[in-house]
């Protein structure tokens, strides 16, 4: 075993989040009752794209990093139920890049990870549905999929 | 004393050292029995031996200072119970107790000795012991034992690889997929009947249908068959509840071997490129289900033709069954025929399915019940060389440049050699244990805030900047981002015994270790450290033509350690082998 590559990438991320990140964004360890930080478990936003049926509204994620990061993906989820034809039911993002045999490099950061995510937002890919509801008012009806969007929306509003 | 006087003949004057040294075993079972005999008979002054477990039956074959009346005792204390008639002069303590236990074994109970021997059965325990050792600075000799293999490393804190410089295989776990949808090996079949089926069917826990992490599965269809499967298993268990025998055997095996499997036969994507499940080899099954006899399985224990494995499957199905019905708690127990039986029947039915090997009651207990085999044999030979390995330590520890001249053992690779040596190798530059600089800081956690505890560290190690400070287990508690908690008191992050981690903000330092000792003293004490500079991304053996230390291990012409190769003809000749894993150069 060499040294805890897992924690080390973590607080390098961390730092290179803090010099740098995207507006609108946030990612942080979750903080623990004694106020102590845990590295392994994040939290993070993403906020829909303006101009899109997204826009104005932060989306909530858990990241967890496992033991064998960054030789394996973080696991990043949105809520349970979170309204997205790529979401499965639990709130996991089906994502090429989150996924170990696809597209996952132990090079690819927290930013690009989660810039990722937002480009999935308004443009799903079609062919790796995850979900009924959404995935089928998508595919099927989209003003129906539009309304529930905005619906989501507003539950996940920007606090202005 | 015959003893004293044969020990000198064999080792010389300096072995009456044996006489002064406070030795501490770690494990009284296969080794440590072993190892406890070697060490009395070297007539150590103390002998401490400490194991957290007690006796069971299945130790009885190996473990030979305990009898049939000890099972259920504590292993350390029947042990030194046990060689009390030998003519020994050793001291002999016990401690029944988790090594890993702070509170029963603190750093301080560690340093008292002069030598630890491991004789443990777990990576996690023997990870802490390296890690004492090298806080402490005492010599430990590691041992292992897998069947007819078996390994003994001396560990010279800093001067030789450490446990933890090699990286170590850790057990192997399978994907949910593949277990549940595309089985590819006989212990696929096993586990999915002993982790899924089974538990799903008899498991007294409310069967709360656990949530499938999707995220596993290739593909959404796939994950879906597999939550339908997870669900109708659920109502299986009120079949089981209500219905008689006959109808619970042929609803289930239906369920699970033709139901299931054509669901996942729909699944296109699965079969493109693997070869698909065919009912081919069961399909006369219920001609075998007309009369079934719940007493089959105490009677033929074969398992070679469709007959005796379907037969099997549904006598001990109905035997369980009954079980439950009484409201006993089932677990899986590979001594326990009938779940040994029912996992047995229901791997190789699926199996079949797949066309992969059946497997007999043998193997499949071996595989469904972990066990690791151990020879008694092999553990009495590693213990000897364990307890050879630290004479030369005792023989040569005024001059530290031989003692790091002894020799690692294994088991051979070759054919003529038993037992093999190789020499013991550097330190990892960035092994995650002992490359790190360690020290011991004593604080009083009570009275002491974590605003104090950074401004200390910075001004004693010139720190330029700021520090981070992290615990072990990754929990950081400051940085220049986490400022909320400088007022607080140590008390509310950290005990007596934590391990804390700190890094300079400025990364112009190597990480550091310290060891945490809660005192009354208001004063923080901090190690004496020499921290060195980060090394700019570690090129691992740049400097090894002018590297000092090369001459440590150099020369072994004259060899003064201690033959360990044996040999099974006469042939004397001292053949290095390669230690099964990475070697780096001294």
Redesign the interface.
Known sequence: ????L??ER??QE?KQW?KDHPFGFYAK?TK?S???????NWTAGIPGKQGTIWENATYPLTISFPEDYPAKPP?IKFPPAFYHPNV???G?I?LSIL?E?QDWRPAINIKSLLLGIQELLDTPNPN???QEPAWKAFSKSPEEYQKKVKLQAQQYKDKV | MAVDSYIKKMFGEKSSQFADAKVLLVGAGGIGCELLKDLIMMNIGEIHVLDLDTIDLSNLNRQFLFRHKDIKQSKSKTAIAAVEFFNYKSKLYAYHGSVLDTNLFPLSFFKQFNIIYNALDNLEARFYMNRMCLYLNIPLYESGTTGLKGQVQPIYPYLTECF?CV??ETPKTFPVCTIRSTPSKPVHCITWAKDFLFSQLFSNEDTNTQ?I???EF?N?EE?EASKKEVNELADLKKIIANEGDNEIVIKIFEKIFIADIERLLKIEELWKSREKPSFEQIKDYDHFFKDINKEYLTTCKDQSTLEEILKTFASSLLRLTDRFKNNENIEFDKDDEDTLFFVMSASNIRSLIFNIPTKNEFDVKQIAGNIIPAVATTNAIMAGFSALSSVNYFLENDNINRVVKSKMVFDSSSTDKVVNSSKLIKP?P????C??VKGIITIDLSSTTLGQLRDKLIEKYNYGDDV?I??LD????YDF??E??LE?KLT??INDQTVLLI?DSDEKFD?IELYVLNSQNSEIILPELNIPLKKIKPSENENDENDDDDKLLVDNEENNDIKVTVSLDDDDDLVEEQPPMKKRKF
């Not at chain 2, 990754?474 to 508690?477: A, M």
């Open positions: 075993m060499s040294r805890d897992r924690t973590i607080q961390r803090r360890p623990k004694d106020g102590s930080l845990d590295l392994h696991k499965y039911p639990s996991t089906c996924n045999e790796s549905p995850a | 933890s990286p170590k949530e992490d999707a995220s290739t959404e994950a990892n960035s092994c995650s244990a490359s790190i981070e992290m615990t990754s929990r950081l508690l981002d986490l909320d908690n607080e509310n992050f890094n990480l």
